[in-house]
């Protein structure tokens, strides 16, 4: 685990993750209290990046559960192999075993499918594992009042086997793109935090970091325009993911500065609603290839 | 912030000192809408034992990642945390200083919208009504039917006086207001036969049976009802309507179904948390003082523009309704109306638009707004009296 603060910065940025004293400081708390972190913030600002990279600073599995509208306790904790379990029932048949046996034979752990909570779990590294709820937002609220159970005890209870406790309980980092409000009661039983978009030096490192085949004057130009473009009235403005994206994109069209053609012909990458690119398109376009220039 | 306020030295006292002042640090936060729990404070009291506080960036995160819980409280805490660990306050003149955080047009931290009461209240659970259809047509009525209320039913809402006014609020109130349901991913389990087996059950169920499969289990989709989004103007020329739609919509709130409310004149404003006070004359009164654009000019198109860059992507999800109420009177640019409306159109499953002017005998849509957003607009409904609302309701329900 980490010593300090600044231990934290120095690992994630082993790691090429750039994190400002503010989110270093609830790493470094969550790692220390074993408190889940909750991470709050627009699309495209490295909030996942963040557990993925947690993962493999503390060498240990990631183990990820993807949010969804319905998902439900046999898609987030356990299922039982139905199809197996009636396999298995034909095979008994012919012995007429005792409803007892059959039970008992059915619902053990070998029929039992373990969904990434429960993985968490019974995770038996050296290490707790990094677990991490993406997009918590997309979830039902029902899922959330059963995410706060768990997270209170880290222990999942199985009827027919009984109840589970996880030996070292995970590090739980929970993402959220704020579609939807999430409820007070889990947001308290986290360490929130806000995750902003990067001041142009921080957004510049990031590219630097990330992409390293970029020039550094197009990294430059690409790191204003993001920046710039987040000023405008966009409907979706780019994250740092789009920034990179379109760094990376940049390259591979062999492109070692930005001009204003290059900008119109690749605004998809970094723009995802039509009206957003054509508002950006023409005369803002050339406004922003021209400040870049300056760069 | 001066280090000796916090920084506890090696005695145990500097740590009480420490300890009391978040407390009283805990109690301007709560003095300016936030919650702070007794167990946030241990919480944030042990965690403080681990980071430098002697570092006044470190002493503000820790203490931010505890007490913030939405972003929107974060400028308000920013703003009480210069002010109290900067030694402006000494904890006898709390209430000085709360006065002075006041006096700095420090408003209130919004409620967060996770406040709320669980959006889905008793209403419908385990045995609903099949999807789309509602097992008894909901009783869009106005109870009761004898004259001087068959009179009132077909008064237009600009003539009503103020014991009529009551009246209507009471009818509103009375109004089963339901909104149309839509098909959730989350399966249920039912009696009845549907095309979608309950394998755990069946196996369970199998057992009795010596692992014959016999008895199958079933289940299907549930149903929620959609969310609902109200914007509602509130300009000059609505002036005489709000006063009964403002009932509407506090009617619609509590309901116990996901409802957002939104006024705008000029500008938009959020009244969802003001309309969740039960009684409605509180949470008219409220609005009244959220709102700064009362009975001014109207500019639609800003405001819905507001509210696809601000609110859309927030509360427009999965199969929302949108329900705006104006006449269409737009002194603002056609050009961005229609721009905006149309975004709007393809973020939700329905728009409804209500008119108060419309069902006049002789009107006809010639304002220039309403001629721009028309074709946009999935059903164009009437909001001027008692009946029409009715109406309303059962359209909500059916969609």
């Known amino acids: 685990m980490f010593e300090s603060i600044d231990a934290v910065q120095q690992a994630l940025y082993q790691q090429r993750y750039i994190c400002d004293r503010a989110l270093a400081t609830v790493v470094f708390l969550a790692t220390k209290l074993g408190k889940p972190l909750f991470l709050e913030g627009e699309a495209g600002v490295g909030k996942t990046e963040v557990a993925k990279v947690l993962a493999a600073v503390l060498d240990t599995r990631l183990i990820r559960l993807q949010c969804y509208e319905g998902l439900d306790v046999h898609n987030a904790v356990y299922e039982w192999a139905y199809a197996r379990q009636i396999l298995h029932l034909r095979i008994l048949e012919a012995s007429h075993a005792s409803r007892e046996q059959l039970e008992h034979d059915l619902y053990s752990p070998e029929f039992l499918l373990a969904r990434p909570l429960l993985q968490a779990i019974q995770h038996n590294g050296h290490q707790a594992p990094v677990l991490l709820i993406d997009e918590i937002d997309r979830a039902d609220e029902e899922f959330e009042s059963f995410l706060l159970e768990l997270l209170s005890d880290f222990q999942i209870t199985i009827p027919e086997i009984g109840t589970l406790r996880a030996a070292r309980p995970p590090l739980v980092v929970i993402t959220s793109n704020r579609t939807r409000e999430v409820h007070d009661a889990l947001k308290r039983r986290c360490l929130y935090h806000w995750i902003d978009y990067p001041s142009f030096d921080t957004e510049y490192q990031i590219v630097r970091l990330k992409v390293p085949e970029a020039a550094d004057r197009l990294a430059r130009q690409v790191t204003a325009v993001a920046q710039a473009l987040r000023q405008a009235d966009l409907y979706k403005p780019p994250g740092i993911a789009e920034t990179l994206d379109w760094a990376s994109a940049l390259v591979a069209m062999g492109r070692t500065e930005l001009d204003e053609a290059a900008l119109n012909d690749t605004l998809g990458v970094l723009l995802k609603y039509q009206e957003d690119v054509q508002r950006i398109q023409g005369a803002m376009a050339r406004e922003l290839a021209r400040q870049a220039h300056a760069r | ?399």
């Open chain 2, 1 to 399: 912030m001066p280090a000796e306020h916090v920084a506890p030295r090696a005695g145990s006292g500097q740590e009480d000192h420490l300890l009391a002042n978040l407390l009283h640090f805990a109690r301007l936060l709560r003095g300016v809408g936030f919650q702070v729990s007794v167990s946030q404070l241990s919480d944030l009291a042990e965690a403080l034992t681990l980071v430098d506080i002697a570092q006044r960036a470190d002493f503000y995160y820790t203490t931010r990642a505890f007490l913030v819980h939405n972003p929107d409280e974060r400028e308000t805490f920013d703003r009480a945390f210069d002010l109290f660990w900067r030694g402006l306050l000494e904890h006898s003149r709390l209430q000085l200083g709360r006065r002075a955080l006041h006096a700095t047009s420090l408003k209130p931290a919004q409620p967060p919208l996770s406040r709320q009461p669980p959006l889905i209240a008793g209403t419908y659970q385990a045995d609903e009504p099949p999807l789309g259809v509602p097992e008894t047509q909901p009783d869009i009525e106005v109870p009761p039917t004898y004259s001087p209320w068959e009179i009132l039913r077909h008064k237009d809402f600009a003539a009503f006086t103020d014991e009529e006014l009551a009246l209507a609020g009471q009818v509103i109130e009375d109004i089963t207001w339901r909104v149309s349901q839509r098909r959730t991913r989350r399966q249920i389990r039912v009696a009845k036969r549907t095309s979608r087996l309950h394998l755990p059950d069946t196996v369970r169920r199998s057992l009795r049976l010596q692992g014959e499969i016999v008895d199958l289990a079933y289940t299907r989709p549930k149903a929620k009802p959609r969310p609902l989004v109200v914007i509602c103007d509130i300009s000059g020329s609505m002036e005489r309507y709000s006063r009964v739609l403002l009932r509407l919509m506090h009617a619609l709130q509590h309901t116990g179904q996901p409802v957002e409310a939104f006024v705008f004149g000029t500008r938009l404003t959020r009244i969802t948390p003001a309309l969740r006070h039960k009684d409605v004359d509180t949470a008219v009164r409220e609005v009244a003082e959220a709102v700064l654009d009362w009975s001014g000019g109207t500019r639609i198109g800003e405001s819905l523009k507001t509210f696809n860059y601000r609110w859309g992507r927030r509360v427009l999800r999965r199969g929302a309704l949108a329900l705006i109420i104006s006449d269409g009177w737009d002194r603002g640019d056609l050009a961005l109306l229609k721009q905006e409306i149309a975004r709007l159109r393809r973020s939700v499953q329905r728009l409804l638009w209500l008119n108060p002017l419309l069902g006049t005998p002789d009107y006809q849509p010639l304002a220039q707004g309403m001629q721009t957003v028309l074709p946009y607009v999935d059903d164009f409904l009437p909001a001027r009296d008692l009946a029409s609302l009715g109406r309303l309701a059962s359209r909500l329900a059916s969609l």
